[in-house]
């Protein structure tokens, strides 16, 4: 068990490593040869130019105007300075709905943790209870006497944690209501504000029944000019191109060899270079013929398969990007059911072109229910067996454990400064350890379920690995941590007093979640701002590969936000802290010092550095807000049961009261402010619409969006539109149906006509749908 003087030698380590990270970034950061490291954003902005293009040679590696080292913590104040509007601007309003869940913390979790200080830590220090504990040989450390561990069983003073309770509750739920309708507020602002997007007109199509007599490509058209006649424009069916993509991508990989050796050949033109099996053994060929070979015969290939799939009718996905003359048409479709059996044309908002994940498309619809059903089989299995790894975590945290399980280390063990390392240190950097890997693991179980945009995918592998925290890190655990710590004390005595020894326990871990905190929220988020990775990838980069500007623009790696890898942590840090804000308050300075120092970290990176792929208007904040009132409520349950292990039954009517309050203002938020995250008002797109027409009389919308939900790999194509990717209708404002099927029933008919001598008529499936009359 953890002590202060563990405690205080991990911080120093901890605080060490950060200020490493800090220095080293605010020095690196100022060199020219890093600047597009750590500004990538300005770079591809085009406002900031290199300068190592000018200058004396040294200059150009290093800086030496010694006022900018004098001026090394800049970065902290600039970080700062730009205001909220001009960063949406900057850098959209996902990374601005980001950066306001770290305030978000910082408004809970100040006052909360002024009145545990003021209120609550006096009230279990001057208690007794881990006094009368000890005599129960229950393992505790001096930390525990600011808990509610050291509060008698039975005493009147556990009700100053259940007024607490309702305080924290009460002030939580008021910051995040103000939130959500700040939020809110500013995603409809955002989204009226916005300039045009082809997925602002566009419904993603799925499920389309086959018919016979028509392509999929001509049953769409035909469904979209009989049910949306006035505002249906044009049309992109969903081809399956996963095979091509393979190939696109090979290509590209030769061509960087290719690239290199060329370069490597103008460095040294005494010879050419040459190669070997994978580069390495074996008859060695001239390097340059060999590439440039394979990627003539992988563009024969590219070739061959892009006409396999123009020719062949299973390419065709029953799907389609349908695209609508006005916001207002694609809002009423996207919303609305089409047909009257639910499993066909199934409509969506079509996502963001740049944030489709084109492979998941080439899924068919039917099979994503089985998948899903494998993947969550596949994630209860994942989270069960990881309980593993975290147990062993747990005994790292014991002396104790780790002497009985390996005797040989007990002379080092009892050293005191290992003692306090292996205890205060080694458990926190394990757990992180281990969990490195676990997002993209996460990511690619989203990915075979077969979500089709960036953010759908984030958002899944967010939610699970949200699950996973609270399962695994916070109650693995505490569990694992408590039970097994205390094995030997439940074995002694009575039955009786089981219940007494796991209330006073479960505070206990507090110290364990302090040394991860400053693990992961200290020398974690400094590491994040130093950027290691990216400063050595760039640099080999540049000097194997880069010719151009435009290859050095591409050697930049400026990264993004990785929603579905920091969101969770940060609600991992919100269960803590509502967890043991009435319980531990000296864990609240740890959490309140993470989420100003990463505030600080990140708002820096989104100014400077990131990128982001794709713009959702803030839509995951729903999410956000769902997992910290769960925290919430965990938190109250948590303590209920704490509660009546200390003899204070008579708190649970109050607590699940409370619990029940907090659920309720929860279902109030998402019925008053939900529908603005996941429906587009019509009004608000008939505004848009109006002052669109309004500004821009001719605009030409079809040639706006006939190409902008083309498979990527097909946009090189210089003819794509007249070898048939492009689907559309021939006529805007008159528009004729014809098809296979129809033109078959009118020769039926004609024929019968003829034989009758009443060729007069008028066939019904020649009406001008545009118009409603019977074309003459």
């Not at 406002?47 to 030496?64: D, E, T, W």
């Not at 290939?301 to 990007?321: L, N, T």
């Not at 489709?356 to 619809?365: D, F, I, Q, S, V």
């Not at 948590?638 to 309050?661: E, H, Y």
């Amino acid at each position: 068990m953890a002590t202060l003087a563990d405690i205080g030698l991990a911080a120093a380590i901890n605080i060490l490593s950060a200020l490493i990270f800090l220095l080293l970034f605010a020095i690196l950061r100022i060199q020219p040869f890093n600047d597009r490291v750590y500004f990538p954003k300005w770079y591809l902005k085009g406002v900031r130019s290199s300068p190592v293009n000018s200058g004396a040679f040294v200059s150009k590696i290093m800086n030496l105007d010694f006022r900018s080292y004098v001026r090394f913590l800049n970065w902290m104040p600039d970080a700062l300075k730009m205001p909220e509007p001009e960063l949406i601007d900057h850098a959209g309003l996902d990374s601005a709905v980001y950066l306001r869940i770290y305030l978000i913390g910082l408004k809970i979790f100040g006052p909360i943790a002024l009145l545990s200080w003021s209120i609550l830590v006096p009230v279990n220090w001057t208690s007794d209870g881990l006094q009368l504990a000890k005599l129960r040989n229950v393992t505790s450390s001096n930390i525990d006497k600011l808990s509610i561990s050291n509060v008698e069983r039975g005493s009147d003073r556990f009700w100053a944690h259940l007024v607490m309770a309702y305080a924290f509750t009460f002030w939580t739920c008021y910051v995040l209501m103000k939130e959500y309708e700040k939020i809110a507020a500013m995603r409809l602002s955002f989204l009226q504000s916005e300039k045009r997007r082809a997925d602002q007109f566009t419904v993603l199509v799925r499920n389309v029944p086959p018919d016979s007599d028509e392509s999929i490509s001509e049953n769409v058209q035909h469904f979209f000019l009989v049910n949306h006649p006035d505002h249906y424009l044009t049309h992109q069916v969903v081809y399956n191109a996963n095979e091509l993509a393979k190939l696109v991508e090979d290509k590209k990989k030769m061509q960087n060899w290719l690239d290199y050796y060329q370069l490597k050949y103008t460095r040294n033109k005494e010879q050419r270079p040459r190669m070997g099996f994978l580069g390495l053994w074996g008859k060695k060929v001239d390097a340059m013929d060999h590439y440039t070979a394979e990627i003539e015969k992988l563009s024969e290939q590219i070739m061959e398969e892009r006409k396999r799939i123009k020719k062949d009718d299973k390419s065709v996905m029953p799907a389609a990007f349908v695209s609508f003359k006005t916001r207002w048409g694609a809002a009423v479709c996207a919303q609305t059911q089409q047909t009257k059996n639910p499993t066909e044309w199934l409509t969506e908002w079509a996502p963001e072109a740049r944030e489709m994940y084109w492979p998941n498309l080439a899924m068919p619809y039917v099979s994503l229910t089985v998948r899903r059903f494998v993947m969550h089989i596949a994630f209860f299995f994942l989270t069960f067996f990881f309980i593993i790894p975290i147990a062993f975590v747990q005994s790292l945290a014991s002396i104790e454990g780790i002497e009985k399980s390996a005797p040989f280390l007990s002379p080092i063990v009892k050293n005191k400064l290992m003692k306090s390392l292996i205890q205060g240190f080694l458990p926190g950097i394990v757990l992180k350890l281990f969990l490195i890997f676990l997002p993209t693991i996460l990511m690619i179980m989203s990915k075979f379920e077969g979500f089709i945009s960036i953010s759908s995918l984030e958002r899944r592998a967010a939610f699970r690995y949200y699950i996973f925290n609270l399962v695994n890190v916070f109650l693995g655990s505490v569990i694992t941590g408590s039970a097994f710590e205390q094995l030997d004390s439940f074995l002694k005595q009575s039955a009786n007093d089981i219940p007494r020894t796991v209330g006073v326990a479960i505070p206990i871990k507090a110290t364990f979640f302090i040394t991860y905190i400053m693990v992961d929220g200290w020398a974690g988020v400094a590491g994040e701002i130093f950027r290691l990775k990216p400063l050595v990838i760039f640099h080999l980069k540049n000097f194997f590969f880069v010719k151009t500007e435009k290859d050095r623009e591409e050697a930049m790696d400026p990264g993004q936000i990785d929603f579905y890898a920091t969101e969770p942590r940060i609600q991992l840090y919100f269960l803590l802290g509502l967890v043991y804000a009435p319980v531990t308050p000296v864990l609240l300075p740890f959490i309140i010092f993470f989420f100003g120092f990463a505030y600080l970290v990140f708002r820096h990176q989104i100014i400077n550095v990131y990128n982001q792929k794709y713009e959702s208007a803030g839509a995951f904040w729903p999410d956000v807000h769902g997992r910290i009132i769960s925290a919430l409520i965990i938190s109250q349950i948590l303590l209920l049961g704490l509660m009546s292990t200390k003899g204070k039954v008579q708190s649970t009517p109050f607590l699940l009261v409370l619990a029940i309050l907090t659920f309720g203002f929860h279902r109030f938020c998402k019925g008053r402010y939900e529908s603005a995250f996941v429906i587009n008002p019509l009004q608000e797109a008939m505004i848009k619409d109006t002052l669109e027409r309004a500004r821009e009389p001719n605009l030409n919308l079809k040639g706006f969006l006939q190409n902008a939900y083309v498979h990527p790999v097909f946009k090189d194509e210089e003819d794509s539109d007249e070898e048939g990717l492009i689907e559309d209708s021939d006529d805007e404002d008159c528009v004729v149906v014809q098809t296979k099927r129809q033109r078959s029933r009118r020769t039926t008919v004609a024929s019968s006509n003829a034989s009758r001598g009443s060729s007069q008529s008028t066939p019904f499936n020649q009406l001008d749908l545009g118009k409603g009359k019977p074309e003459t």
